[in-house]
């Protein structure tokens, strides 16, 4: 199982990007987390197999419908896996 820290930047709130990584996460069946930061980023942690996670960075460079992803940074995470689920904080 991979856990990877994901850092989104652009314009990536206030345009439903957490809401749009929850789905995404939920059709992998990953476990983890998103959450808005006061620098204007989202940051998610999330565990899953490792070909998912790819998937995954391959959607956040993508983002929904209003947001403009400039970089997305990733890194592996630290912490233990949720027991289950995706959730935003």
């Known amino acids: 199982m991979a856990a990877v820290r994901y850092l989104v930047s ?3 709130q206030g345009v439903g990007f957490r809401m ?3 789905r995404t996460a939920q059709q992998l069946q990953l476990r983890g987390w998103a959450r ?17 996670m ?9 983002g ?5 992803v400039e970089s997305v940074t990733c890194e592996a995470a630290t912490g233990e896996a949720p027991p289950e689920g995706f959730t935003i904080l």
Do not use: K
């Not at 929904?64 to 403009?68: K, S, T």
């Open 20 to 22: 749009f990584v929850l």
């Open 10 to 12: 652009g314009r990536v």
């Open 36 to 52: 808005n930061r006061a620098d204007g980023t989202v940051e998610i942690q999330a565990w899953g197999p490792e070909a998912l």
């Open 64 to 68: 929904p419908q209003g947001a403009w």
């Open 54 to 62: 790819d998937r995954l960075a391959l959607d956040l460079h993508r």
